[in-house]
């Protein structure tokens, strides 16, 4: 278990400091967005990093895994490595992939000293809020990315295309079940930043709390994304997110490569 932490460039976000929807309300996270809605978007991750790979890839590093959502659809094909900061989300992990190695660690500084033929860093990325930052876990996966193997990571926004955006969803689980409401919104487009402010309704058995919750978020645009990986090192790209729940033109990843 290494937890890195330590930051050379000023503000410091540690454990706790994170959101509470990854501390105190982390059990709630399966119920706010259950493991099964991911099937589909993992299968995209899978199809994208395989296709990209110069030789198969077996061993797979995500940064940022969380509850292990999209893990739980990439480990039957994958031998999975997952870090994360927040060792509650890590708990949540375990308990729905108990297959997979998990280790705390903070995506900007981890160092785990081995190679892997693909690192994935999914929405977690959205949490580096300033270049260095970015740059920064952008250097993480290339230092654990194999010469020939693949790097994939997935904002939900990117400069061009962020608008500001209300959405709710929720699930039941016996007696526990929540609701949210997910408001994002830009305060200063002249910053790297946005925020989400979240309300939770959570219900346990016959009585409803309320809970907010704000996530600053990271804001970049693509051609800021592809000058830092290619800046490390990656050959890389843009490529369009084409899923059925997303309109056309307003998702991208992007992939990169570690030249052999
Ligand atoms: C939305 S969750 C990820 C969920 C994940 N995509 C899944 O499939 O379940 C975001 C995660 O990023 C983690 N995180 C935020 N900053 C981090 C950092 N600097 N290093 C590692 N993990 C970080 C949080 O602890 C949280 O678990």
Known sequence: MDLSSGRPDGETLHENSLPRLYRDLASWFPILTAPEDYAEEAAIYRKIMVGAGASPLETLLELGSGGGNNASHLKPHFMMTLVDLSADMLAVSRSLNPECEHIQGDMRTVRLGRLFDAVFVHDAIMYMTTE???????????????????????????????????????????????????????????????????AYLIREGGNVRCEYDRHICGLFGREEWIRFMTEVGFHARSVPFEHSKIEPGTAEFFLSIRPQ
Do not use: K, Q
């Not at 608008?163 to 949210?180: I, K």
């Not at 830009?186 to 910053?191: H, L, T």
């Open 132 to 198: 260095n930052d970015l740059r920064s876990a952008i250097e993480t996966a290339f230092v654990h990315c194999r010469p020939g193997g693949v790097a994939l990571f997935c904002p939900d926004h990117v400069r061009e295309t962020f608008r500001p955006t209300t959405n709710h969803g929720g699930h039941d689980a016996g007696e526990r079940s929540l609701r949210y409401l997910e408001w994002s919104w830009d305060p200063d487009p002249a910053d790297t930043n946005y925020t989400t402010d979240f």
